[in-house]
């Protein structure tokens, strides 16, 4: 099992949403308006200079769902570097 953890620019929830659900992943959990500041991208920090706001999503997955949700992701990227997308995929020990 894997555990996937997603940061993206709020605008494109719909689309990581999709882009989960097309890969075979339905469940998740999901936090708003979490603010942040990358490299790459510009400040989501909820301010008046930085208003904008990240959403951050984690899903938990067999490894085979976890490979095709990446390779996904690293594609949207592609497209997507300004806004801002990160994926970070961890092991998972237990599930309790």
């Known amino acids: 099992m894997k555990l996937i953890i997603i ?3 709020e605008a494109m929830d719909a689309e990581i949403l999709d882009l989960l659900q097309s890969n075979g992943q339905n469940e998740y959990t999901k936090w708003t ?3 942040g500041k990358g490299k790459h991208s510009e400040p989501h920090l909820l301010s008046h200079v930085w208003p904008k706001a990240n959403n951050a999503l984690m899903t938990c997955v067999e490894d ?3 490979e ?3 390779t996904a992701l690293r594609e949207y ?9 990160k994926a970070f995929l961890l092991p998972v020990e237990e599930i309790i």
């Open 77 to 85: 990227k592609k497209n997507h570097l300004k806004e801002g997308v």
């Open 64 to 66: 085979d769902i976890a």
């Open 68 to 70: 095709k949700i990446m």
């Open 7 to 9: 940061v993206y620019g």
């Open 33 to 35: 308006k979490v603010q």
